[in-house]
T-cell receptor, first 110, second 112 residues
Framework: SQKIEQNSEALNIQEGKTATLTCNYT??????LQWYRQDPGRGPVFLLL?????KEKRKERLKVTFDTTLKQSLFHITASQPADSATYLC?????????FGTGTRLLVSP | EAQVTQNPRYLITVTGKKLTVTCSQN?????MSWYRQDPGLGLRQIYY???????DKGDVPEGYKVSRKEKRNFPLILESPSPNQTSLYFC???????????FGPGTRLTVL
C-alpha cells in the first residue's frame, strides 16, 4: 500500500540556521508533491507544489527538492525564525487524490 | 476574503445523537473534501465531492454521510456518533482534486 514517512520526532534548530525536513514515499510514483504548514489547532496552509519533472522549487526562504529515484522530497527553510515553528506536512499526489503524511514538527529557538 | 468556513468550531455531544458539521467555501471551487486528523495518523480523507451532486468515499467513510446540493456547501453528517469519532475535522476545497487545497479552521468534536 502507499506509504508516506515523515520524521515523527520534532526537529529543534537555532534561529538563523537552515531547517531540512524529509518526506519519503513508497509504493507509488506521484506526479507531484505538495507541502503544507500547520499550526496547532488550525487547518493546514499550502506552501509549495513541485512536479515530478522539477528537481527543485523555491519560494522566498523555502526550497523543495523532489527526487523520484530516491522517492524523496526535502523541504528546506533557510535563515529560520521562531515564527517558522509549526508542523510541516508533505502530500504526494496518490491515486486520484493527495495523501498526507503525519508531519514533522519544527521548533526554532531564538 | 477567500475562505472556507466550518461550524461549529467545537462540539461535545453524546453517543447516538445525530449532528451536522457545516462547511462553506466562497471561491467557486469544484472539489471539496472532509478529513479527520488524529494523533499519529495524520489527515485521513472521509468523503470528497468532485462537483454538485457528485460525492464519493475517501479512506475512512464509515459512520459518516455527506451531501453536495450546492457548489459552496458540503456538510458532514454523523447519524449516530460514537466515541471513536472523537477527532479534529477539517473541510477543504480546491479547483480540482490535485491542486492547492484550502482548509477550514477545523471542528473539534468530542463524543462521550
Amino acid at each position: 500500500s502507499q506509504k508516506i514517512e515523515q520524521n515523527s520526532e520534532a526537529l529543534n534548530i537555532q534561529e538563523g540556521k537552515t531547517a531540512t525536513l524529509t518526506c519519503n514515499y513508497t509504493n507509488y510514483s506521484p506526479a507531484y508533491l505538495q507541502w503544507y504548514r500547520q499550526d496547532p489547532g488550525r487547518g493546514p496552509v499550502f506552501l509549495l507544489l513541485i512536479r515530478e519533472n522539477e528537481k527543485e522549487k523555491r519560494k522566498e526562504r523555502l526550497k523543495v527538492t523532489f527526487d523520484t529515484t530516491l522517492k524523496q522530497s526535502l523541504f528546506h527553510i533557510t535563515a529560520s525564525q521562531p515564527a517558522d515553528s509549526a508542523t510541516y506536512l508533505c502530500a504526494p499526489r496518490g491515486f486520484q487524490k493527495l495523501v498526507f503524511g503525519t508531519g514533522t514538527r519544527l521548533l526554532v529557538s531564538p | 476574503e477567500a475562505q472556507v468556513t466550518q461550524n461549529p468550531r467545537y462540539l461535545i455531544t453524546v453517543t447516538g445523537k445525530k449532528l451536522t458539521v457545516t462547511c462553506s467555501q466562497n471561491m467557486n471551487h469544484e472539489y471539496m473534501s472532509w478529513y479527520r486528523q488524529d494523533p499519529g495518523l495524520g489527515l485521513r480523507q472521509i468523503y470528497y465531492s468532485m462537483n454538485v451532486e457528485v460525492t464519493d468515499k475517501g479512506d475512512v467513510p464509515e459512520g459518516y454521510k455527506v451531501s453536495r446540493k450546492e457548489k459552496r456547501n458540503f456538510p458532514l453528517i454523523l447519524e449516530s456518533p460514537s466515541p471513536n469519532q472523537t477527532s479534529l475535522y477539517f473541510c477543504a476545497s480546491s479547483i480540482d482534486r490535485g491542486t492547492e487545497q484550502f482548509f477550514g479552521p477545523g471542528t473539534r468534536l468530542t463524543v462521550l
